[in-house]
């Protein structure tokens, strides 16, 4: 027997973890005097820790699960392809059936004319390659100048060199001399933080057009591209005002640079159709995918590229960019099966039609708690704004992110996994989530915000900053 199917007790493997695992995102030497809970299974929208707890998974592990866990007829792909053909490249004038099968399936589901898929592990690589490519592009139709990409404060697209440049997140530009060159950010459209006396409506066109006040500014000969998630995930799920991607859409069609929509947490039903810009009325030149795309029972994600972008690049020579595992074989099969098992059970009809209008309709009802600024959602993925004061629409005091911190601890003791970003709480659970599922999340959800206000009262923290 290994280590894996027979494992030590908790407070041993805490302290391995602690002794070898480095963590992500995460202040290690902190972790370790505490130690990591340690997840051992999961089924449907479940996971049970080492000490057999049942743990209600809000969170779809890191907005990927969109099938829920335990589904056996993956594992059975994933080990019939290994035992096929376990491994092979698409580098070298070779292809395998596994990555025709998901290419083809791919510009089948996603909208408009993105029918050419380049293949990463990820979400960051796969920007990484959009950065490449759209700059590749413009230099191969003669405009080498048309470099510079235009993103958001407080957006992510991910966490290698380029992926974080290209985010918006401070606290990550903050370690290791980041951002690279020719990127440039411009204002999120966070209304509830910053929009001030404006309506949501006007507030949502203000933001939208800064984007026309930067191609402007920089000059539209040099900018390649502007990049953004239809609803921003890890920023605290920031659903734009209404007025903002019709405002956006109208500014990239009048200007000559592409619009790149960062799909790996919209992608794949998050948003109650299939993909974000299909909720949003977007229509991208590329798209980025990850996450759903194998609900995270495999790495694998990858840039849809429109007709014209791949014409462009497939004439332009050797694009001399690729990664060993772009189109995995394995990965390649389980997000294939993921995809027959999100069609055929019309797993994102069920949340269009009925899960997601009820999960909806309870969320909004978290406003009724004094602690609760604002509620919002959109699909399965949502979140609430904790607030010293409603009407102010104020941030807390206390450093962003001591509220959020406490939540996130309730939630837990609770048997719930909700996330914090700053004081903000976010959702984005499995979409095969059931009325019952979403009854229990909501009952844990206010019991664990009605300790956090109790707590929050308790150290004099319910100040307005
Ligand atoms: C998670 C995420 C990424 C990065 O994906 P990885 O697979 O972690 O590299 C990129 N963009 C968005 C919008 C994400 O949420």
Known sequence: MNMITNHPPTAELQALDAAHHMHPFTANAELARKGAKVITAARGVYLTDSDGNQILDAMAGLWCVNIGY???????????????LPYYNTFFQTTHVPAIALATKLAELVPGDLNHVFFAS???????TNIRMVRHYWAAKGKPDKK???SRKNAYHGSTVAAASLGGMSAMHAQGGLP???IHHIDEPNWYAQGGDQSP???????ARQLEKAIEQLGEDRVAAFIAEPVQGAGGVIIPPETYWPEIQRICDEHEILLIADEVICGFGRTGNWFGSDTFNIRPDIMTIAKGLSSGYAPIGGSMVSDEVAEVIANAGDFAHGYTYSGHPVAAAVALENLRILEEERIIDTVRDDTAPYLAEKWRKLENHPLIGQASIVGMVGSVVMTPDKAARAPFASPAGTVGTICRDRCFANNLVMRHVGDRMIISPPLV????????LIERAWRSIEETWKEVKRQGLLVAG
Do not use: H, K, W, Y
């Open 433 to 440: 989530m059931t009325r019952e599922d979403i009854d229990t």
């Open 122 to 128: 990820g979400g960051s690589d796969a920007n990484d």
């Open 201 to 207: 409506e006007e507030f949502g066109l203000e933001r």
């Open 180 to 182: 690279i060159p020719d």
């Open 70 to 84: 335990g589904r056996d007829e993956i594992a059975e792909v994933a080990a019939r392809q290994m035992r096929e």
């Open 148 to 150: 510079v990409i235009i």
